[in-house]
């Protein structure tokens, strides 16, 4: 059974940074899609970022145009562990981050899909003052 772990998160001032982090265990294959996605009240869940795990330096990333040049999605093999590195946070980012992970072997598609994403993290608060 996958299992992921999320930590980080919290509350920063506009123009700060938070790494949010998501440890996944259970997966045989050393390839599958995870990324993180955001949902605020009353809105759609939504991609901010997916990245394919996997041997290597893993890859290619995926970026929502929200997120493109501010946040960055990496993987640490060793550590079973991705990471979003959010700068220059805004405002309009404060709601709850989800980690997702799609299925063992699979590919991250070119624009993620809740559909491909089965396991979820709790969630985590990300809360920017102005």
């Known amino acids: ?13 506009a123009g700060g940074s938070l790494r949010l982090s998501c440890a996944a265990s259970g ?13 605020a009240p009353g809105k759609k869940r ?5 990245f394919e795990v996997r041997g290597g330096s893993g890859g290619p990333a995926y970026y929502a145009d929200s997120a493109k040049g501010r946040f960055t999605i990496s ?12 700068n220059s946070l ?5 709601t709850m981050y ?12 070119l624009i993620p899909n809740l ?3 089965p396991f979820w993290g709790q969630g985590t608060q ?3 003052s102005s």
């Open 1 to 13: 059974q996958v299992q992921l772990v999320e930590s980080g998160g919290g509350s920063v001032q």
């Open 27 to 39: 997966y045989i294959s050393g390839r599958h899609c995870m990324g993180w996605f955001r949902q």
């Open 46 to 50: 939504e991609g901010v970022a997916t």
């Open 75 to 86: 993987q640490d093999n060793a550590e079973n562990t991705l990471y979003l590195q959010m």
């Open 90 to 94: 805004k405002p309009e980012d404060t």
């Open 98 to 109: 989800y980690c997702a992970a799609g299925y063992d072997g699979g590919s991250c598609a």
């Open 115 to 117: 559909a491909d994403f």
């Open 126 to 128: 990300v809360t920017v």
